[in-house]
């Protein structure tokens, strides 16, 4: 079972807890965290995260295959297929990344927005 993460902080229940999540869910929130956590950022963990982050040094012609590189590296450990990955401009400054994954038989998709 995992904690809801928004904007970097646990999401209240109303209840005096933190929400929870679970299935694909759960799946979807460990996803998010691990393209949106700068890899080498946590001492302990140095192979968590996504080196996204680095998107804004490539040229426009390499960006999509850098992207799906960093993605599939930071989903390793995670029980998914990388199916596919998007990128467009987004507003000034950043990328809209769009990953599509297999989860079983289940597909999930993860969005995040990345700054260049």
Do not use: C, K, N
């Amino acid at each position: 079972m995992e904690l809801l993460l928004r904007e970097g902080e646990y999401v209240a229940d109303g209840r005096g807890g933190v929400v929870r999540l679970e299935g694909e869910e759960a799946l979807l929130g460990r996803v998010l965290f691990r393209l949106t956590a700068r890899r080498g950022g946590l001492p302990l963990l140095p192979e968590l995260g996504s080196r996204l982050y680095l998107l804004g040094r490539e040229g426009p012609e390499g960006r999509l295959s850098a992207a799906r590189q960093y993605v599939a590296e930071a989903l390793a450990e995670e029980d998914v297929t990388v199916e596919s990955v998007e990128l467009e401009q987004g507003a000034a400054g950043t990328l809209q990344l769009r990953a599509y994954l297999l989860h079983g038989e289940a597909a999930v998709t993860a969005e995040v927005t990345i700054s260049i």
